[in-house]
C-alpha cells in the first residue's frame, strides 16, 4: 500500500501556523508507528496493517467534499436531522426543537485539541488530516423533544479514500439528548472512515447515542469516543454496526462526577468475512457510580469478532458497581470471536464483575422450533434474533427500539 | 394413517426398538404403555424424524414412506409431537412462534396464511379453552412457565395445528388433577373421524380421562402385547413385571 502524493500537510488549506505544526507532528507520530498491529495490545486480535494492506492499493487523502446527494431519510419517526457527506456538515434541520439552544457548526480546530496526547497512530492519522465533522452544544435545561439524526452519508466515488473527521458534542447542565448516527453510503469500493468524537456530558445531563449501520458497506470503519461524564449524568451508548466489513468502536470513559451511569451495549451480526469489533475503557474516577456493558455477537461464514472491556476503578471511586458481560453465538465453525475482559481496580468497596461467553446455537431448540414445522433455516434466524433483539429491548424509546429491530432483521434476512 | 413394520432403531449401535409394528387407523386413539427404557420416548422421537437413530424397517404415514423426509415436512404433513420435555427458547416470544409455525404448516397444505388480528384472536379462543392465562403468549417461549403450564402450552400448540396424527409423549406427567383433566378435555375435543392419537404414558390415570381404542404394552423395545383399554388398569394393578 502506497501513501498517495497528496498525503501531505501542505496542501490543507486555511490553516495558523500552531495548526500546521500540529498536524505535522501529529503526522510524523503516525508514519513512525504505522498502522497498528497485533504487537501492541490493544490490538492483539487483528493486524490493522495487514487488513489495509490487503484491501488498499494506495490511500488517497484529499477530502472529497461533494454536495446535492439524494439521501432517503428515516421515515419511521419523527426527528431532527444533520446531515454530513464524506464527512462534512452539509445541511441541518431542528424544526421540532427551539433552535436557540442549540449550537451547531462545522467543527473547527481549537487550541485545546493541539495538546490532544497521542493516544493511537490511527487518532495520529486524524489530527493531521482531519477535515469536516460537526460541533454541537445543548443549552443548559435544554431537553430535545425528538430525536436527532446524524446521517453520515458517503459517495461513490470513495475509491481508496480515507476520510478522517472529528465530531464534539456538548451537553451543559441538565439537557437532555437522543443521537442516532445513521451510516450510509453508496460506495461500491473499499475506503476508510476514521472517526474521533469528544463528548462531555454535564452535570444532570443525559445522552443516549445509537450508531446504526443503514446498508450493506465496503466501509472500514474506526471511531474512537471520548466522553467525560459529570455528576449524576447518564451515557447511553448503543453500537449497531452490522453490514460493514470492517469495524472498530473504542469508547474511552471517564466517569468522572458521582452518580452518574453508564451504559454501553452492542448487539452485531456479522456475516461473510466481516470483522468487527468493540473496545471499551470504563474509568470510575469517583464513588458512587454504575456502569454496565452488555456486548453480544451472532458470527457467521469466516467473521471475526473481538471484544476487549476493561474496568479501571480509581482508588477514591468506593462503591462503584461495574457490570460487563460479552456473548457470543457462533453459527458456523470457521467464525472467530475473542473476548478480552480486563479489570483494574484500586478501591476496596466496589462491586465489579465481568463475564463472557461464546458457543454455537443449540440443536435441540431447533429440532422443537422442526417438529413444529419451521425450516431449519428459519429456525436458526428466529433464535439469532431473539438472541440480538434482547439489546435492542432495552431501548426505551419504542420508536428507535423499533427502528433497529427492523434493521437489525434487514441484517439477518438479507438487505 | 400409520404403518409401523418391524421397525429396529439403534443409538451408537445399542438396539431400543426391536421390531416395532403398529397400526394407526384415522379416527383411533392408541395408548402406549411400558416400563422405563422400554423405548416409548425414542419411539416418539423416531416418529417425528429426531436425528441422531439408525433406523430399519418402515414407517408409512398415509401409505408415504417417511424415512426421507425431514423434521418440519413430517410436522406439515400432519404429525405432531407433544414433547415431555418441552424446550425454554429464550429471547422467542410465545405468540411469535405460534403464528410462524402455524402459518408454515397452514402453507404447506395449501391454505391461507393468517393475518396477525385473525391469529390473535384464534389463540385467544383456543387457550382460553385450555385456561392458559393470555400473558404467557406474550413471554418467551416456556421460558418460567410451570410444568404444568408447558405441557398445556404442547396442547395448545396441538389445537392449533390441527395435525393429523398426535404423539403425545407422556403429556400426563407432572400434571396435577385438575390440569390432567384439562389436558385430556382438550385432546377429547379435538377428536374426530380423520385424526389420530398415539398416547405414551406410564400410568392409567391419563387413560381414565382420554379412553383409548388399543393399548399396546411396549417392552425392551417390542411391543409385547396389545388389548382394548381394559388393559390399561389391569397393568395398573398388577404392574410390568409379570408381563417380562
Known amino acids: 500500500m502506497n501513501l498517495n502524493s497528496e498525503f501531505n500537510i501542505e496542501n490543507i488549506k486555511n490553516i495558523s501556523v500552531e495548526e500546521k505544526k500540529f498536524r505535522q507532528n501529529s503526522l510524523s507520530l503516525f508514519k513512525e508507528k504505522g498502522f497498528p498491529n497485533k504487537r501492541l495490545e490493544e490490538w492483539k ?24 446527494e439524494n439521501i432517503e431519510l428515516i421515515k419511521d419517526f419523527e426527528h431532527n436531522s444533520i446531515v ?58 435544554y431537553k430535545f423533544c425528538k430525536p436527532l439524526v446524524v446521517y453520515n452519508y458517503f459517495s461513490n466515488n470513495l475509491k481508496n479514500t480515507i476520510i478522517n473527521n472529528k465530531n464534539s458534542i456538548v451537553l451543559n447542565e441538565n439537557s437532555n439528548l437522543d443521537l442516532i448516527e445513521f451510516n450510509l453510503d453508496i460506495s461500491s469500493s473499499n475506503f476508510i472512515h476514521n472517526n474521533h468524537t ?9 445522552l443516549k447515542n445509537y450508531t446504526i449501520q443503514g446498508c450493506k458497506s465496503n466501509c472500514f470503519y474506526y ?44 448487539a452485531l451480526y456479522l456475516d461473510l468475512e ?56 457462533l453459527l458456523d465453525d470457521s467464525s472467530e470471536f475473542n473476548a478480552k475482559p480486563e479489570l483494574e481496580i484500586y478501591a476496596d468497596d466496589v462491586k465489579c464483575s465481568h463475564g463472557s461467553t461464546s458457543g454455537s446455537i ?51 434476512y438479507g438487505y | 394413517m400409520l404403518e409401523i413394520k418391524e421397525l429396529i432403531t439403534k443409538v451408537n449401535e445399542k438396539s431400543i426398538l426391536n421390531g416395532v409394528n403398529l397400526n394407526i387407523k384415522a379416527g383411533e386413539v392408541h395408548a402406549i404403555m411400558g416400563p422405563n427404557g422400554s423405548g416409548k420416548s425414542t419411539l416418539a422421537n423416531v416418529l417425528s424424524g429426531k436425528n441422531g437413530y439408525q433406523i430399519s424397517g418402515s414407517i408409512k404415514f398415509n401409505g408415504e414412506d417417511l424415512t426421507e423426509v425431514s423434521i418440519e415436512e413430517r410436522a406439515q404433513k400432519g404429525i405432531f409431537l407433544a414433547f415431555q420435555y418441552p424446550l425454554e427458547i429464550p429471547g422467542v416470544n410465545t405468540n411469535n412462534f405460534l403464528k410462524t409455525s402455524l402459518n408454515t404448516v397452514r402453507k404447506a397444505r395449501g ?8 391469529f390473535l384472536k384464534l389463540v385467544k379462543e383456543k387457550s382460553s379453552e385450555l385456561g392458559i392465562d393470555e400473558k404467557f403468549l406474550s413471554r418467551q417461549l416456556n421460558v ?22 398426535s404423539v403425545l409423549d407422556e403429556t400426563d406427567s407432572g400434571l396435577d388433577i385438575d390440569a390432567l383433566r384439562i389436558v385430556a378435555d382438550g385432546v377429547n375435543s379435538s377428536k374426530t373421524k380423520n385424526n389420530a392419537f398415539l398416547i405414551i404414558t406410564h400410568y392409567q390415570r391419563l387413560l381414565d380421562y382420554i379412553k383409548p381404542d388399543f393399548v399396546h404394552v411396549l417392552s425392551k423395545g417390542r411391543i409385547v402385547k396389545t388389548g382394548n383399554s381394559e388393559l390399561g388398569e389391569e397393568l395398573e394393578k398388577s404392574g410390568y413385571a409379570n408381563l417380562q
Open chain 2, 144 to 165: 418460567g412457565f410451570s410444568g404444568g403450564e408447558k405441557k398445556k402450552n404442547e396442547i395448545l400448540q396441538m389445537k392449533l395445528l390441527e395435525p393429523k396424527l
Open chain 2, 111 to 118: 391454505e391461507k396464511e393468517l393475518d396477525t388480528l385473525t
Open chain 1, 223 to 266: 471511531k474512537f469516543v471520548k466522553s467525560k461524564l459529570d455528576k449524576k449524568s447518564n451515557y447511553e451508548d448503543y453500537i449497531f454496526l452490522s453490514g460493514l466489513k470492517f469495524s472498530r468502536t473504542e469508547e474511552d470513559i471517564d466517569i468522572d462526577g458521582e452518580n452518574a451511569n453508564c451504559i454501553v451495549q452492542s
Open chain 1, 362 to 412: 443449540n440443536e435441540d431448540s431447533i429440532y422443537y422450533m422442526m417438529t413444529r414445522g419451521i425450516s431449519k433455516k428459519k429456525a436458526i434466524e428466529l433464535l439469532t434474533k431473539a438472541f440480538l433483539f434482547e439489546i435492542a429491548d432495552s431501548i426505551s424509546n419504542v420508536e428507535i427500539k423499533n427502528f433497529v429491530e427492523k434493521n437489525i432483521d434487514r441484517q439477518i
Open chain 1, 84 to 141: 454530513l457527506i464524506n464527512g462534512f456538515l452539509k445541511s441541518k434541520n431542528f424544526k421540532y426543537e427551539n433552535k436557540e439552544n442549540i449550537k451547531i457548526s462545522e467543527y473547527k480546530n481549537s487550541k485545546k485539541n493541539n495538546k490532544d496526547e497521542s493516544i493511537n497512530s490511527l487518532i495520529d492519522l486524524n489530527n493531521a488530516f482531519f477535515g469536516g465533522g460537526y460541533f454541537l452544544e445543548i443549552s443548559r435545561d
Open chain 1, 45 to 68: 486480535f487483528t493486524d490493522l496493517g495487514k487488513i489495509i494492506n490487503e484491501n488498499f492499493k494506495e490511500l488517497n487523502f484529499n477530502n472529497v467534499e461533494k454536495n446535492n
Open chain 1, 274 to 329: 466481516n470483522h468487527q469489533e468493540v473496545k471499551t475503557k470504563l474509568n470510575h474516577l469517583k464513588p458512587n457510580c454504575k456502569s454496565y456493558q452488555k456486548i453480544k455477537n451472532v458470527l457467521n461464514k469466516k467473521s471475526k469478532s473481538a471484544y476487549q472491556g476493561k474496568i479501571f476503578v480509581k482508588d477514591i471511586a468506593q462503591k462503584t458497581d461495574a457490570y460487563q458481560l460479552s456473548r457470543a453465538l
Open chain 1, 198 to 206: 469528544n463528548i462531555i456530558i454535564s452535570k444532570n445531563a443525559s
